[in-house]
């Protein structure tokens, strides 16, 4: 059986924790520090860390694995272990050198991406911010440069009309977990055939800011639609702040109204650029809770001609 060290933090990873737990010998887990939440600001662990210590693993949770004490006592422990293989995803760290060359077959990771293209940290909410047909994952050998090692498998997966973003992210993460087990067989085998990676072909997925879900009404609806689908958006309503979780395009259009209207009350219809509309389908209220747009006009009465983002 495959000695394994594990290192991943959020929900993306942990089904390939999971089947890596039945199926080889997880020796260890990785897995970031915890973190303040809530108005108490108690420590909340990740999702991993929840996984590994339902199964009795050793959780090891270091600030940084390239600088510093605990950098140095990590590398300690690793070579303590002599994993066979260390398996990344969604870890949130750069792994140096010295850890990369220290297992059996390596360290391989579970990127959420048809690599090269989307490299980085957010290839789930860039694919659906640039209206992709079709995305997938990739399982890489891991090199110094940041998602750039040669490719060791790839299966694709169409993107499904008005699919959001947490809808993807389970779909791929249950995709990546599927992978894993086939690829360290081959890997024990010798029967893989690694891909370079075109860094021509390639494109970065850089970390999302808060400030890229405002839903600027002067924009076509299909833009917004993409920003609805790949990071949620938001705007004001009443002066107070709407996010909006779901939407869809209208097939009508009209020029006859400034972008932001309200054209119909009932079915939650905004005016956008080039006299285009959108759909608000599924939303939440500042302080509320998240529901269908049906729900939420129960209880918040629009007008024709109201004014939203102000």
């Not at 920003?227 to 958006?233: M, S, Y």
Request: charged residues 25%; aromatic residues 4%; neutral net charge.
């Amino acid at each position: 059986m495959m000695k394994i060290v594990f290192m991943g933090t959020p929900e993306f990873a942990v089904p390939a924790l999971e089947i890596l737990l039945a199926k080889t010998e997880v020796a260890a887990v990785f897995t970031q520090p915890d973190k303040p939440n809530g108005r108490k600001m108690k420590l909340q662990f990740s999702p991993v860390k929840k996984k590994a210590l339902e199964h009795g693993i050793t959780v090891i949770q270091p600030n940084s694995l390239r600088n510093g004490e605990e950098a140095e006592r990590s590398l300690e422990i690793l070579k303590r272990i002599q994993p066979d293989c260390i398996v990344v995803a969604a870890y949130g760290q750069i792994l140096p050198k010295e850890i990369l060359d220290l297992p059996k077959y390596g360290c391989i990771n579970i990127h959420a991406s048809l690599l090269p293209k989307y490299r980085g940290a957010a290839p789930i909410q860039h694919c659906l911010l640039n209206g992709e047909k079709e995305t997938g994952v990739t399982i890489m050998q891991m090199a110094e440069g940041l998602d750039t090692g040669d490719m060791l498998m790839k299966k694709s997966i169409a993107v499904q009309e008005n699919e959001i973003a947490e809808e993807l992210h389970d779909r791929l993460s249950q995709l990546g977990a599927e992978m894993i087990l086939p690829v360290l067989e081959e890997l024990q085998n010798g029967t893989l055939n690694p891909e370079k990676q075109d860094d021509h072909q390639s494109s970065y997925a850089s970390m999302i800011r808060k400030d890229m879900s405002a839903l600027d009404f002067t924009k076509p609806a299909p833009e917004l639609h993409r920003i609805i689908c790949g990071l949620t958006g938001f705007t004001k309503l009443d002066g107070k702040r709407l996010k909006i979780w779901r939407s869809l395009i209208c097939d009508h259009n009209t020029d006859s109204v400034p972008c932001g209207t309200v054209t119909d009350p009932e079915k939650f219809i905004i005016q956008c650029g080039d006299g285009t509309q959108i759909q608000f389908t599924e939303v939440q209220g500042e302080g509320g809770k998240r529901m269908s747009a049906e729900l939420f006009l129960r209880g918040k009465k629009l007008q024709k001609g109201q004014l939203l983002g102000t």
